[in-house]
C-alpha cells in the first residue's frame, strides 16, 4: 500500500492551494482519512481528517479556510487551503486507516508528505 500526495508548492499569504493523496496498492477496505502537518521546529498536528461516510473534522486553526474532500472511488483525499498564513507553512502529510485486506486488521498508512510554503 502507497499514499502518494501531491500539490504542495510557494504560495503568497492569502493564497490558496490545493493537495491531493492518492492511495494504491491491495486495499480492501478505507476508513478515516486525512492530513497533519509538521511546521518547522513545530511537532506534527492534526489539520483535518474525514470519515468514510464523509464527516469532517477539523483543528481550530484551520476552520473555515481548510476544506477536505475525499473520492471513495479512486481512494483518494483532498485538502483544500484557501486564505493561506504564513503560519500554516509546514510539511503535510496525509494518512489513511485501512486493511489491505479482509483478513488484515485496520492499519493507519502515511504518505510522503508535501511542502507547503507561505510567504511573500
Known amino acids: 500500500v502507497q499514499l502518494q500526495a501531491s500539490g504542495g508548492g510557494l504560495v503568497q499569504p492569502g493564497g490558496s492551494l490545493r493537495l491531493s493523496c492518492a492511495a494504491s496498492g491491495s486495499i480492501f477496505i478505507i476508513g478515516d482519512m486525512g492530513w497533519y502537518r509538521q511546521g518547522p521546529g513545530k511537532q506534527r498536528e492534526l489539520v483535518a481528517f474525514?470519515?468514510?461516510?464523509?464527516?469532517?473534522t477539523y483543528a481550530d486553526s484551520v476552520k473555515g479556510r481548510f476544506t477536505i474532500s475525499r473520492d471513495n472511488g479512486k481512494n483518494s483525499v483532498f485538502l483544500q487551503m484557501n486564505s493561506l498564513k504564513p503560519e500554516d507553512t509546514a510539511v503535510y502529510l496525509c494518512?489513511?486507516?485501512?486493511?489491505?485486506?479482509?483478513?488484515?486488521?485496520?492499519?493507519?498508512?502515511w504518505g510522503q508528505g508535501t511542502e507547503v510554503t507561505v510567504s511573500s
Open positions: 474525514i470519515t468514510s461516510g464523509g464527516r469532517e
Open positions: 494518512n489513511a486507516i485501512l486493511q489491505p485486506r479482509i483478513t488484515d486488521p485496520p492499519y493507519r498508512y
